[in-house]
């Protein structure tokens, strides 16, 4: 691989990163197609579709930012295997939403609330990956993030923990909200430029 540039491994790479994206974003419209196509056998659960619509957005946006990476000047098959990796617990994150079978629960959202420790659990794990993945990127990128980035993983980390803790319906659904207007803030931030 020495003799490999890197512009050239990059879209290998994102290849296999699209892979597991794009099964994700296919489970993930496959099960909203689904209400569509059978709109008596599951009851549409408010916190549920919250949660489908902060997922599928997670997944496009780990797509774009993932373009940061052709930047790499080195890489290595540990960086690859990090990367497949964080792409796996996306698509994991997607799974959980919609599973192969929720005949034993009410419905979509008694099945997310009795498997809330691991949908947060794995929500926080994204957010250690997604600081590695920073890191990975490099300094310019660091820096366009900026101090607000150093905030939002504590507070993103407490957040999931109080989501594992508490099944009330309230608190999910305010964690839904905020996971949705965070990541409208980093759109407008990151993505626009907007400072």
Same mark, same amino acid.
């Given at each position: ?9 990059? /879209? ?20 909203? *197609? #689904?209400?569509?196509?059978? /709109? &008596? ?19 496009? !946006? =780990? ?10 000047? %080195?890489?290595? +098959? ?8 964080? *792409?796996?617990?996306?698509?994991? !994150? @997607?799974?959980?939403?919609? /599973? &192969? $079978?929720?005949?034993?629960?009410? #419905?979509?959202? &008694?099945? =997310?609330? %009795? ?11 994204? +957010? ?17 993030? @900026? ?6 993983? /504590? ?5 999931? !923990?109080?989501?594992?803790?508490? *099944? ?5 659904? @305010?964690? *839904? ?15 626009? $430029?907007?400072?």
């Amino acid at each position: 691989m020495d003799t490999v540039a890197p512009h050239e491994l990059f /879209p290998h790479v994102r290849i296999v990163m699209g892979m597991i994206i794009g099964l994700g974003i296919t489970r993930m419209l496959t099960g909203i *197609a #689904g209400f569509i196509q059978h /709109p &008596d056998r599951y009851r549409v659960s408010m916190l549920h579709m919250l949660w489908v619509g902060s997922i599928l957005l997670e997944l496009v !946006l =780990f797509w774009w930012w993932e373009f940061g990476l052709s930047r790499i000047p %080195n890489w290595s +098959f540990g960086v690859y295997i990090f990367l497949i990796g964080y *792409a796996i617990v996306l698509y994991l !994150l @997607s799974a959980l939403l919609f /599973p &192969d $079978n929720v005949a034993e629960y009410a #419905g979509y959202e &008694d099945f =997310f609330i %009795n498997r809330r420790r691991w949908f947060f659990g794995l929500m926080a794990t994204s +957010f250690i990956l997604d600081v590695v993945d920073t890191l990975i990127k490099g300094t310019e990128r660091w820096t366009q993030l @900026s101090g607000d980035y150093l905030i939002q993983v /504590p507070i993103g980390l407490a957040l999931c !923990l109080v989501a594992c803790v508490f *099944a009330q319906r309230w608190v999910q659904m @305010s964690m *839904a909200a905020v996971h949705l207007a965070y990541q409208g803030y980093w759109i407008g931030r990151v993505v626009y $430029n907007m400072q």
